[in-house]
């Protein structure tokens, strides 16, 4: 593996139960979610943390009265349409239990755009921390997170994608994205490749 994962940040995309959950707004995307982002994502968490890799939970909500969040797009119509809100402060945009959220962790909220990256505070919480390399994981390889891997590495971050730590819908669109956009951005490797690098290299937590 090139990139340097002992000065890595794990940066999870809209694990949140809103998104992937049991009641999530975007149920097929959840349904795929389950059987690989929350059993993967919860083995990087734990990693991660017994690494003293920082573990960062970026999550998407609005307010109650919509107010400052996107319209400009078919998704952010489609959202507001949806049965299952996403308002911040209650159990739809908390992280899933799966991550099991520690104290060290950090939990960053948005209302707006695309990915966690533009116009939030990710981008200098990292530098704070020391970290040069994103091991990036959640949903979905349709749009937060391709545009995540983009401003990250625009931003100068070298970036490692677990294929199996992510999803998207369908499933077959989101193995193409894979290939044929994120593997020229990013090193794409599986969860086990991480681990085994936590495991050999743990730093101290910044």
Known sequence: MYADLAAAALVTSECQ????????ALPALADTA????????????????AAGVPVIHC???????????????????AMLKSPVRLDLGTPETDVVAEFDVQPS?????RIHGLNPMAGTDLDPVLRN????????????????ITNLVMDAVNLGYQVVVPRDAV????????????????????EIV???DVIREWSASPRSAG
């Open 34 to 49: 389950r059987t690989s982002v929350l059993p993967n994502g919860a083995r990087l968490c734990v990693a991660a943390r």
């Open 105 to 109: 962790d950090f939990v960053l909220s």
């Open 129 to 144: 921390l020391g970290a040069r390399t994103l091991v990036v994981i959640g949903v979905s390889v349709n749009v937060a």
């Open 59 to 77: 999550t998407a909500g609005r307010r109650p009265d919509d107010r400052g969040s996107n319209r400009n797009a078919r998704l952010f119509n």
């Open 190 to 192: 599986t969860t086990d």
């Open 17 to 24: 139960n809103g998104v992937v959950g049991v009641g999530s």
């Open 167 to 186: 999803a998207g819908w369908p499933a077959e669109y989101a193995d193409q994205v894979i290939d044929n956009t994120l593997s020229l951005l990013a």
